[in-house]
């Protein structure tokens, strides 16, 4: 066990070697060391840097008109520890595609040939060696950056290893990205003023680089931020390449202090390599190929300008506005169509020193077989993962104002409404009727309004989604986290609530019944998040999942026994099953019991008395034969039921639904082949990886030819 002092030590070497000039391009720094050690229970590590090639690389896919598109064709190219190699091309020019297919990340319709090789093997892309940070921040917003941080090395590092040395792998991180200045600020969300744009994309980054992958992917890590943030975030990415890690990014629209920081750069055009090699050479490849950079102009923008083919679209129109400029221009892009200039370029790239001298380096780097890391995600215990994610999770919705607290406000100002609308209800012949629609609103509505509470499962859903992509947890864990975190919160909002409610209403008197009350109306609401939890996983839309949520739950109420009687309900469907699926059902059955059974009602004559068990009976239509506990129970079985459903839902979206995705887009393929000969044989094509193998780690990063 090493105490803080010394891991402050490593944390202190570990910066060191992120500095320009300090590489540690073969192996690992102690600290990091330390991580893969504990998994891989092996003293000697070595050499683990990350050495990605990929050889003609072509990605097809599949369109749902049943045509295919090929969205990379042929490339080739490389990427080494210690470098930071920028991806860049316009809009659709397939800079995305080839990040996903290394990274082993494509859509299930599409369809990769070639040879993609990591450390001179066709290898698993395991979440220690790789790491990928995508295009949106997806964070809690209510938690500050180290708790972020810190929150997802509890995730992740090992139980075994010391808080001390936990914390220290932390605080080295946010000294890395810079992030020191704003360390306690919260992340920000729609009423927590937050950290900039900036500062959120390192957190992002700060989050994949913690468990210290060798190989690290990052989807347009500048968009969005201006070019000051820009120019940081890069210098940033630069400074972890030169820790000895590969960096790969693509990259939008550089500046030109952006673009000094590249070291490498893949120049992407309609799937095609326009340019491969040294980004500083790149300015003299284009003016070798009769396209210089003109006195002036950023070198990036001119490459790209160069190979936009949507520029044709604006050279006619500025042409018709701008006729004399243009023919006394002797830039050469205007003697030209842009379509051209791209065929040029690419021809030229395929016959130039540089496209011979990547393909050379790519024979050199795969005939050298490296160690392959494998931490295999997350390596704290399941405990550890539950535990942590249910406090995670806590905190989060006790600082956001939305999620509980304003709920229990609406809950109490509604449960005061009823509560003075039905005030005292008593025993008079009225309040039969009365204490049924009471009832009735109290279990259809008020539970209704936890509907509420559907963004922020949103919100919680896109957290989970990226932290699963990357490995970070189980989804059992999360589910339990969801599940106990929100428990206080909810005891607390249905028992203030039914409180309010129960006492002013005076509903039958006995702690028995009040007891029974609240325990329903907690079974009820925790029923409807649950329901809204399942929608969530699958309607990641927050209007289309309260619409659906909305939807499913006036069906329930329409069958729950008030608004048409058990026994007048239609048998087929409506009785049998939904009535019995409906939770409305099980807590209007039990709440009537509750209520009436043991009273006596007056009748519209002073000398006749009314038993609450004949009116359950013959007004309710109520069993009074099964006990009310039963129908509680029914409602408590239904939260774990839904809360299973919400487990499955998210394990189809993982793992079937890719698999059903990728299997149609096959099929479509081979009957277009059948039909037509496309200049694409399909049998060349593998299967693009599922999401179950990349969690899994079941996934290569090449899949096999066919
Ligand atoms: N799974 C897919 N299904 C259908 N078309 C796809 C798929 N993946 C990529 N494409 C198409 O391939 C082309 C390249 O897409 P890609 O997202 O890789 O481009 P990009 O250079 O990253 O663009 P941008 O900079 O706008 O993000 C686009 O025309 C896109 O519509």
């Known amino acids: 066990m090493r105490d803080s002092a010394a891991a402050a030590k490593e944390v202190m070497m570990e910066i060191e070697a992120s500095k320009p000039g300090g590489m540690v391009v073969a192996g690992l720094s102690p600290l990091s060391e330390t991580i893969w050690k504990e998994k891989r229970s092996t003293e000697f590590v070595g050499d683990v840097s990350a050495r990605l090639t990929w050889k003609d690389l072509t990605v097809m896919v599949s369109l749902s008109n049943g045509d295919t598109q090929k969205v990379l064709e042929g490339l080739t190219g490389y990427a080494e520890p210690g470098s930071f190699t920028a991806l860049m091309g316009p809009s659709g020019s397939g800079k995305s595609t080839l990040l996903d297919a290394l990274s082993s990340r494509l859509a299930s319709?599409?369809?990769?040939?070639?040879?993609?090789?990591?450390?001179?093997?066709?290898?698993?892309?395991?979440?220690?060696?790789?790491?990928?940070?995508?295009?949106?921040?997806?964070?809690?917003?209510?938690?500050?950056?180290?708790?972020?941080?810190?929150?997802?090395?509890?995730?992740?590092?090992?139980?075994?290893?010391?808080?001390?040395?936990?914390?220290?792998?932390?605080?080295?991180?946010?000294?890395?990205?810079?992030?020191?200045?704003?360390?306690?600020?919260?992340?920000?969300?729609?009423?927590?003023?937050?950290?900039?744009?900036?500062?959120?994309?390192?957190?992002?980054?700060?989050?994949?680089?913690?468990?210290?992958?060798?190989?690290?992917?990052?989807?347009?890590?500048?968009?969005?931020?201006?070019?000051?943030?820009?120019?940081f975030v890069t210098q940033t990415l630069r400074g972890l390449s030169r820790d000895g890690r590969t960096v790969i990014a693509s990259i939008h629209q550089p500046s030109s202090e952006v673009f000094e920081l590249f070291d490498r750069l893949y120049l992407l055009s309609g799937g095609k390599t326009v340019y491969f090699g040294q980004a500083s050479e790149a300015y003299e490849f284009f003016a070798q190929a009769g396209f210089p950079c003109p006195a002036l102009r950023n070198p990036s923008d001119h490459f790209l300008r160069c190979i936009n083919s949507d520029f044709d679209k604006v050279k006619a129109t500025l042409k018709g506005s701008m006729k004399l400029r243009f023919e006394s221009s002797d830039d050469p892009l205007e003697k030209i169509t842009t379509t051209e200039a791209i065929r040029t370029l690419v021809e030229f790239y395929r016959t130039s020193q540089y496209c011979y001298a990547a393909k050379q380096r790519v024979e050199e780097i795969s005939k050298v077989k490296g160690t392959v890391l494998d931490s295999g995600g997350s390596q704290a215990s399941f405990l550890m993962q539950a535990f942590t994610l249910t406090k995670r999770s806590f905190l989060n919705m006790s600082r956001d104002f939305g999620y509980y607290w304003l709920r229990l406000l609406i809950y109490i100002v509604v449960t005061v409404c009823i509560g003075t609308i039905y005030l005292n209800v008593g025993t008079s012949y009225n309040s039969i009727l009365a204490?049924?629609?009471?009832?009735?609103?109290?279990?259809?509505?008020?539970?209704?309004?936890?509907?509420?509470?559907?963004p922020s499962f949103v919100e919680d859903m896109k957290v989970f989604q990226r932290e699963r992509l990357n490995g970070h947890y189980a989804v059992t864990a999360f589910v339990i986290g969801n599940t106990l975190s929100a428990m206080p919160f909810l005891i607390l909002i249905t028992f203030l609530s039914g409180t309010i409610c129960y006492f002013m209403v005076r509903l039958h008197p006995g702690f028995e019944h009040y007891l029974f009350f609240v325990l329903c109306l907690y079974a009820s609401v925790t029923v409807v998040e649950s329901l809204m939890m399942a929608i969530a996983s699958i309607v990641p839309n927050f209007l289309m999942g309260i619409i659906i949520g909305a939807g499913i739950q006036g069906i329930f109420m329409l069958v729950s026994g008030y608004f048409r009687l058990p026994k007048d309900i239609p048998k087929p469907l409506w009785r049998y099953p939904m009535s019995y699926i409906s939770f409305h059902f099980w807590a209007l059955q039990g709440q009537y019991q509750n209520d009436l059974m043991g009273l006596v009602f007056d009748s519209e004559s002073p000398a006749v008395k009314i038993p609450g068990e004949y009116l359950l009976e013959n007004v309710f239509q109520i069993d009074v034969h099964r006990s009310k506990w039963i129908d509680l129970s029914v409602i408590f079985s239904m939260i774990v039921i839904y809360r299973i459903i919400f487990f499955i839902m998210i394990k189809i979206n993982e793992d079937v639904t890719p698999w059903v995705r990728g299997y149609i887009a096959r099929r479509r393929m081979q009957q277009k082949n059948g039909n037509q000969n496309t200049t694409d044989a399909p049998d060349r094509l593998g299967r693009s990886p599922s999401l179950r193998n990349y969690v899994a780690n079941h996934a290569t990063a090449q899949p096999s030819k066919r």
């Open 435 to 454: 204490r049924g629609s009471c009832a009735s609103f109290v279990f259809g509505f008020v539970t209704f309004m936890s509907i509420g509470g559907f």
């Open 109 to 231: 319709n599409a369809f990769l040939s070639g040879t993609i090789l990591l450390n001179g093997r066709k290898t698993k892309l395991s979440f220690g060696t790789a790491a990928y940070v995508t295009q949106d921040d997806n964070l809690i917003g209510t938690l500050t950056v180290r708790e972020t941080i810190s929150y997802s090395a509890q995730l992740r590092l090992p139980d075994k290893m010391p808080w001390s040395e936990k914390r220290a792998l932390v605080e080295s991180t946010i000294i890395e990205m810079g992030l020191q200045d704003c360390a306690d600020t919260v992340i920000g969300n729609w009423h927590l003023r937050g950290i900039s744009g900036g500062e959120k994309r390192r957190v992002s980054i700060a989050l994949e680089i913690l468990m210290r992958p060798r190989l690290l992917f990052l989807d347009e890590p500048t968009s969005g931020l201006d070019s000051a943030s820009a120019f």
